[in-house]
């Protein structure tokens, strides 16, 4: 039992470059999120979703595109990378909105 | 505006040395309040889930505390694998939103 993944664990991209950050989870949960993490601040939440073929807005969504074709994946994309977009990327999975979530271990992305 | 506020941000303790992380908040219509650890260069990890006011939990050497406005983080004599980050999160059941405070840096010192 993995828990939640993701790949890759570090990245480097130049300005207006594209990736893709994968996460997957093994709990079978419907719920799941991408959070950005930055020196100062709290976990933001970028996009969610509550189960498998939906995606939703969160407070920070501009820059950044999500699909979650299988229930077990989740997949944030970044289409023209800037550097504001430098942080650490952290992926979660729940049951339920209000239930407990469970973080993946990060993604570092260093935008230059 | 909803907010949850961590004090302090930072704290350096003996080992052995108790004390009590805060976490205060402002959302209405909480409906849980989580708190978790995070490791350097680690996702958070969890640790409790409150979901009324004078709920208490226990986890070896932490209990959190939750009343109306507040919850507390108590650590009872501290070791120095204690050290992380402590973050806490409001849940809220009307907007279904979780809002996470910025964390306290638990330092402790053999």
């Known amino acids: 039992n993995a828990g939640v993944t993701q790949t890759p664990k570090f990245r480097v991209l130049k300005t207006g470059q594209s990736m893709t950050l994968l996460c997957a989870q093994d709990?079978?949960?419907?719920?799941m999120y991408w959070y950005r993490q930055d020196p100062g601040m709290g976990l933001r939440l970028i996009h969610y979703?509550?189960?498998?073929?939906?995606?939703a807005k969160g407070e920070v969504p501009d820059g950044y595109n999500v699909s979650r074709l299988k229930k077990q994946n989740f997949l944030l994309g970044l289409e023209s990378a800037a550097p504001s977009q430098t942080s650490v990327y952290f992926c979660?999975?729940?049951?339920?909105?209000?239930?407990?979530?469970?973080f993946g271990p990060g993604t570092r992305l260093l935008v230059l | 505006e909803d907010q949850v506020t961590q004090s302090p941000e930072a704290l350096r303790l003996q080992e052995g040395e108790s004390s009590s992380l805060n976490c205060s908040y402002t959302v209405s219509g909480l409906r849980g309040l989580f708190w978790y650890r995070q490791d350097p260069g680690k996702g958070p990890e969890f640790l409790f889930t409150?979901?009324?006011a004078g709920e208490e939990k226990e986890k070896e050497r932490l209990k959190a505390t939750l009343t109306k406005k507040e919850s507390f983080l108590h650590i009872t004599a501290p070791k120095p694998e204690d050290s992380a980050t402590y973050l806490c999160?409001?849940?809220?059941?009307?907007?279904?939103?979780?809002?996470f405070g910025t964390g306290t840096k638990l330092q402790v010192i053999p």
């Open positions: 409150l979901y009324s």
């Open positions: 979703s509550v189960g498998e073929g939906t995606t």
């Open positions: 709990m079978n949960h419907e719920y």
């Open positions: 979660a999975s729940s049951y339920s909105r209000g239930e407990t979530q469970y």
């Open positions: 999160a409001a849940f809220q059941g009307g907007y279904q939103k979780v809002t």
